[in-house]
């Protein structure tokens, strides 16, 4: 993703369902995109997400940067592979995508 022509890449993502419970998936998630991945305290919250989108409905909040700062982020997971170590891996992945996709 970093390093492609034409993208910007995230500075964070945020994650939330059943995933976000998996440490291990959320360091190699940081550390293929190459970018910070945030979970929040509460791992189910879509209903939440679901009630401050009606609050923006509502009139309760002016927009979604106003919900976003009351985002009640627990861990942050930090990007620690190795450029080389993370375009292998990303390279390796596209190819067996190719490789699916590539009817005999």
Not at 56 to 77: F, K, M, N
Request: charged fraction near 25%; hydrophobic fraction near 45%.
């Amino acid at each position: 993703m970093a390093g492609e022509e034409g993208l910007t890449p995230p500075k964070a993502i945020r994650v939330d369902g059943g995933m976000a419970a998996n440490d291990w998936l959320l360091q190699f998630l940081a550390d293929i995109l190459g970018c910070i991945v945030e979970r929040p305290k509460d791992v189910e919250s879509t209903a939440w997400g679901a009630a401050l989108l009606a609050g923006i409905g509502a009139g309760c909040y002016a927009s979604t940067v106003d919900v976003a700062a009351l985002w009640p982020d627990d861990v942050r997971y930090h990007p620690m592979m190795e450029a080389e170590t993370r375009r292998r891996l990303t390279d390796g992945w596209q190819d067996a995508v190719r490789r699916t996709l590539t009817v005999s």
